[in-house]
């Protein structure tokens, strides 16, 4: 459920309006790539654990392997991630609960921020609980929402096919499918047994890989593609063109309540990760004022950064969760394997198949797609 929850999130809300001018079937394709390196790279990840300590995260690891200096620069590529998600999740988050309720977009945040902050606080087990109830819910409204949204679709929309464009939201799809910060904890609260993590990382990574599938297909064949180009110029979520193509007040409303479910699941997921990040990095202990300083720190900089702009929401998901996404969650566990299995000659319990070659081509893929991502937005 952390794993599920934790993919689960802003991505899906935003995956619809930058793809949409890809179209539903390269979309899949993409969707299909992001999933299989991410649950590739989780698995590297689940290696890397194994050698570390009980308590470990990233930034020992990159400390370990990559020296101070690899070390500072993680410092600075995981913050910008995960306080570029957490915005993310914030913004759109509290669009959501000023949307259900007449609001300011401000006190939405706060509000949400409120209620579900104080999980992260209490730790893994609290959001695992919590997470829980949240994919449960994700799951009625999503059914719901399929059921109510099936009558709507135009297939029409769904004959799209622009093939050079897909690679555009490469990197937030690959991060849609992000977990990784929660691995090291999970790691420890599954008792370091390779078994069991793994197939939270296959289970928990597939379960939002269809629900993505069944989403995207139902937005892009609902929305005309000129409503999802808008909601691109806008940075809004997929919910609002939603609105606007369809007459039906429910599709609205259970898109709304989707979207809660999602957003707050994966906003559990992320800053439990950032917690212990940071209790790694600062060598703060998990006592009662222990974390409370470290919530203070997730927390008090994500609101403030986001009531800046309202267009944030896409915004941080692209270029910092997608960018940032890519580096973090792709590329450096393929580099710390390296060096720990053909330098440190380092052994395991547990080993991702595939030798040199596997991690060759993975570094290769997330590369790749992090170029042609770049490429596009420069033209």
Not at 161 to 179: C, D, I, N, R
Request: hydrophobic share 55%; net charge positive; proline share 5%.
């Amino acid at each position: 459920m952390i794993v599920a929850g934790t993919c689960i999130g802003a991505g899906a809300l935003g995956l619809p309006v930058l793809t949409g001018d890809a179209g539903f079937f390269p979309s899949l394709l993409l969707y299909l790539a992001c999933w299989l390196t991410m649950a590739c790279t989780g698995l590297l990840y689940l290696e890397i654990c194994l050698w570390m300590g009980p308590e470990a995260n990233i930034l020992s690891m990159a400390g370990r392997f990559l020296g101070a200096v690899g070390k500072g620069v993680i410092w600075f590529v995981y913050l910008y991630l995960f306080y570029s998600l957490t915005v993310a999740y914030v913004v759109g988050s509290g669009g959501v609960v000023s949307g259900l309720m007449p609001m300011p977009h401000w006190l939405g945040i706060l509000i949400f921020m409120l209620l579900f902050s104080p999980f992260v606080y209490f730790g893994p087990r609290a959001v695992d609980r919590a997470n829980g109830l949240l994919v449960g819910g994700l799951g009625i409204a999503y059914a719901a929402f399929i059921a109510v949204g099936l009558t709507h679709v135009n297939p029409l929309f769904l004959e799209r096919l622009e093939w050079s464009k897909m690679w555009l939201a490469a990197p937030v799809v690959l991060t849609s499918f992000g977990y990784q910060g929660t691995l090291p904890t999970l790691v420890d609260y599954l008792r370091r047994n390779p078994s069991s993590v793994r197939k939270a990382i296959w289970i928990g990574t597939s379960l939002p890989l269809i629900g993505y599938v069944i989403w995207e297909w139902l937005i892009l064949g609902i929305v005309p593609p000129e409503g999802l180009q808008k909601a691109l110029q806008l940075g809004q979520t997929a919910i609002i063109p939603l609105k606007e193509a369809v007459a039906s007040r429910w599709v609205f409303v259970i898109g709304q309540f989707f979207a809660f479910f999602a957003l707050t699941s994966s906003y559990l997921g992320v800053t439990l990760g950032m917690r212990d990040f940071l209790a790694d990095g600062f060598k703060v202990k998990k006592t009662i004022s222990g974390r409370l300083f470290l919530c203070l720190l997730i927390f008090v900089p994500a609101f403030v950064i986001s009531l800046t702009d309202p267009r944030l929401f896409l915004l941080a998901l692209k270029y910092g969760g997608g960018v940032g996404g890519v580096l973090l969650l792709g590329i450096l566990p393929v580099m710390l394997v390296w060096i720990g299995r053909y330098r440190h000659q380092l052994e395991s319990v547990y080993r991702m198949k595939g030798g040199r070659l596997s991690l060759i081509l993975l570094a290769c893929v997330v590369l790749g797609m992090l170029a042609l991502s770049v490429v596009g937005d420069f033209k």
